[in-house]
């Protein structure tokens, strides 16, 4: 009945309001196996919008008669692009020249947002581990979010974990401050190894807008440090769900002029398309992608281009009008993806019930 795997791993790329495909692909999946996402993944990661929905996906309902299970369905998580995009990339009014250079959205309504999504939840309390990366740029360092409590800080030269005292909203906060669009989120923290008691922290995206390798290192990482066994490749499946790859072109005979102004937007996107796409392309070399008589499938990857016509793959584009073409493109990787969609729900539901039983 189905292989059993020691770790399911999910990973949600960022990409701002783009996050409602992702979104509507795990609403596809849930409908489809009748389980929520939480039960049938044991790690989830997810940077930026990924993260907020990492985030809402693993939220331990408010309700306390319900035991372990999440707050939202993945249904709910659509509707709360279409319902608050525009609150959250909420621009400011420019008054004076000045005001240009300025980030370009209030993080207010944003912030007011993801505390009435994700409450007072602790990270800890999350039902699955989950796995959110920022950056600092202070310590100009990795700063990862993690409901491991072992993780509590352990930190190096390289990189941060931390996880106690930190609650959902704050490193939904952490992982979306996008730079340009939003100002570094600034978290405070008693930690003793930060010199002004905070964190500068910016969108994970910079260095890790697909989680997907990072998730699986650190789902072995746990894994050894909970059963002192090796996770193998093999006994990992590992699901990837991108927000729209960018098809827009640069120009040679253009770009050959710009400066520093010029690039900032167009630098920003190409890190992180380039990023996501490079990460997929190594995990598709080195998992399993096509079930045979010796190995399951262990690796799904759900991906699409986005056109650039009337701004459809800017990562801040709320409008009504993009929010329909998003849904659109989300119902056609469902379409387009089909056969590895119910292939991959069938693995979830039999591997599941096989962990259950």
Same mark, same amino acid.
């Given at each position: ?210 989680? /997907? /390798? ?144």
């Amino acid at each position: 009945m189905g292989t059993k795997f020691k770790r399911r791993i999910l990973s949600i790329d960022g990409g701002g309001i783009r996050g409602i495909i992702p979104a509507i692909v795990l609403n596809y999946i849930e409908e489809r196996t009748g389980k929520r996402i939480a039960t049938m993944f044991d790690f989830i990661a997810g940077t930026s919008t990924g993260g907020i929905l990492a985030l809402g996906l693993t939220r331990k309902n408010s309700d306390s008669s319900i035991n372990n299970e999440p707050e939202y369905t993945a249904a709910e998580l659509v509707n709360f692009y279409r319902k608050y995009g525009q609150k959250i990339f909420n621009e400011y009014v420019p008054l004076d020249l000045d005001d240009f250079v300025q980030p370009k959205h209030n993080p207010k309504g944003r912030q007011e947002v993801l505390k009435d999504l994700l409450g007072e939840a602790k990270l800890e309390d999350a039902l699955r581990e989950i796995f959110i990366p920022s950056y600092d740029i202070e310590l100009r360092a990795p700063i990862f979010f993690t409901s491991n409590p072992d993780a509590e800080e352990i930190e190096n030269f390289y990189s941060r974990k931390v996880c106690t005292g930190f609650k959902m909203w704050e490193a939904a906060m952490a992982t979306s401050a996008a730079p340009t669009f939003f100002p570094p989120y600034q978290l405070a923290t008693t930690h003793h190894h930060t010199d002004d008691g905070y964190y500068a922290l910016v969108d994970g995206g910079v260095f890790a807008n697909n989680p /997907s /390798s990072l998730a699986m290192m650190e789902a072995m990482i746990s894994y050894k440090k909970k059963t002192d066994e090796e996770l193998h490749r093999k006994d990992t499946l590992v699901v990837s769900l991108g927000t729209g790859s960018l098809t827009k072109k640069y120009k040679y005979r253009d770009a050959k002029n710009w400066g520093q102004i010029k690039w900032v937007l167009p630098l920003l996107n190409v890190v992180l398309d380039g990023q996501s796409e490079s990460v997929a392309y190594q995990l598709d070399q080195l998992m399993v992608t096509k079930k045979d008589k010796e190995n399951t499938r262990n690796y799904y990857r759900f991906q699409l281009p986005l056109s650039s016509d009337n701004g459809h793959d800017q990562i801040d584009n709320a409008s009504p009008s993009n929010i329909e073409y998003l849904e659109e493109r989300g119902e056609k990787l469902i379409e387009h993806s089909k056969k590895d969609l119910d292939e991959l729900c069938k693995l979830l539901k039999e591997d599941t019930e096989l962990y259950s039983n």
